[in-house]
């Protein structure tokens, strides 16, 4: 807001000065020599520097843009990168669920072990 009150004040001062210098006034440029209004100066100069400025202002506001987008998709990754670990802290927060185990729920097989190397008898000699 105060940006457009500064730029109105400023433009009707400008806009006052070049009111009051209505003379021509001669010009060179480069090769070019002119005679124009000395309004035609004061009000070309001042808005040269307000289409540099917006320019300027443009692009600072584009690039500020662009990074409030990327900055704005980093954040929605990281909030749903987020809320994954809170469900897996939440799972692994979570009290152990009581397993109970019935005798008649467990079956036993016999399982014959056979062993690659043959068994040493022992041999026992009697005492004499």
Request: one cysteine or more.
């Amino acid at each position: 807001m105060w940006y457009l009150i500064i730029t109105c004040i400023i433009s009707i001062g400008v806009a006052l000065l070049a009111l009051q210098n209505g003379a021509t006034t001669p010009v060179n440029f480069i090769l070019w020599q002119f005679e124009i209004p000395l309004i035609c100066v004061i009000l070309g100069s001042f808005l040269a520097g307000a289409l540099v400025s917006s320019i300027v202002l443009l692009y600072t506001k584009f690039k500020h843009l662009v990074s409030d987008f990327k900055s704005n998709q980093e954040i929605t990754r990281l909030n749903r990168e987020i809320a994954g670990l809170q469900k897996n802290i939440a799972l692994l927060t979570e009290p152990a669920e009581t397993v109970v185990i019935k005798n008649d729920d467990i079956k036993v097989e016999d399982v014959k072990t056979t062993d690659t190397e043959p068994k040493k008898e022992e041999t026992k000699i009697a005492d004499k």
